[in-house]
């Protein structure tokens, strides 16, 4: 294996924690790893597996300005490529054509990984899952699960893996305002990320325990919120794989956008396992 996936370098506090690359992690005594194939896919075929995937998101059209479109999803040279580019013609304030898929099936406990380059846009690149809308006493609440959010012209991310774990909480009643509360950390990379594939992966050990990895090594563990549930993350959630635009980003320009070498983020695989119990 090449050096530039055997070395992290971390930012803020150092741990002791072996960095020895696996991927997946090595799994608990008694117990192996085993492939979820509704929620693998390794991008090699022609045409996106639509069993497995939607090729736009089901319950959100996109952020302004950059719109989900069908067109923006394609295979090949054995990776899923994601486009934003321009939306011709324009409709209303969305003037990208972004894009995005989604898993059919919901992910649960279990490691999730991916390997991707990011484009060179001021749009974002992100391997994350969300959840339905979730009914709890006194209200509704909605989690987000993201292993890499990542901007590959922005400065303050083009060199990160960052991920958080985020819950919105709203409580009933009419002029209700939703409350949200995030846990985040990132680590440096050995090159930036539209530079270079990297595999970004997440051990969701339980409701609680949110182990992360960068090119099979580890990197950091998160513990969600509790302040709207005891066990926050135990709701099954939808796998996501987006290059997406933000209003708080400078709009990419139409030379980048019709710059295939820029406009466009690469996805070599998806893998996902869950924990089996090893025959006596």
Not at 94 to 111: D, E, H, P, R, V
Not at 149 to 168: C, E, L, P
Request: charged share 25%; glycine share 4%; net charge positive.
């Amino acid at each position: 294996m090449h050096m530039l996936y055997r070395f992290v370098f971390l930012t803020a506090v150092a741990f002791a924690t072996p960095t020895v690359a696996q991927s997946p992690p090595l799994a608990p005594d008694g117990y192996r790893w085993e492939r979820i194939e509704a929620l693998s896919d390794e991008f090699d075929a022609a045409e996106l597996d639509r069993t497995k995937w939607n090729d736009h998101n089901p319950n959100w059209i996109g952020r302004v300005p950059g719109k989900f479109m069908h067109s923006s999803v394609s295979l090949k040279d054995g990776n899923l490529q994601i486009q934003c580019k321009p939306l011709v013609p324009a409709d209303g304030k969305f003037t990208i054509a972004s894009g995005t898929i989604q898993a059919k099936q919901k992910a649960l406990y279990g490691y999730y990984e991916c390997r991707m380059k990011a484009s060179q846009l001021s749009a974002s690149s992100n391997f994350w899952f969300v959840s339905d809308q979730i009914d709890l006493p006194g209200g509704t609440m909605k989690q987000e699960l993201i292993v890499q959010f990542t901007i590959g012209k922005s400065k303050q991310h083009r060199d990160y893996m960052k991920s958080n774990a985020m819950v919105s909480f709203k409580k009933r009643g009419a002029g209700a305002k939703p409350e949200k509360a995030k846990v985040t950390d990132r680590v440096k990379l050995s090159s930036s990320v539209s530079e270079s594939f990297h595999t970004y992966g997440c051990w969701w050990i339980d409701a609680n325990t949110l182990k992360f990895y960068i090119d099979g090594n580890y990197a950091y563990t998160l513990h969600p919120s509790t302040q709207f549930d005891d066990k926050t993350f135990r709701h099954p959630l939808s796998m996501t794989l987006v290059c997406e635009t933000f209003d708080w980003q400078p709009i990419p320009t139409t030379d980048e956008l019709t710059d295939k070498s820029k406009n466009t983020t690469l996805f070599d695989y998806v893998r996902s396992y869950k924990l089996a119990k090893v025959a006596d």
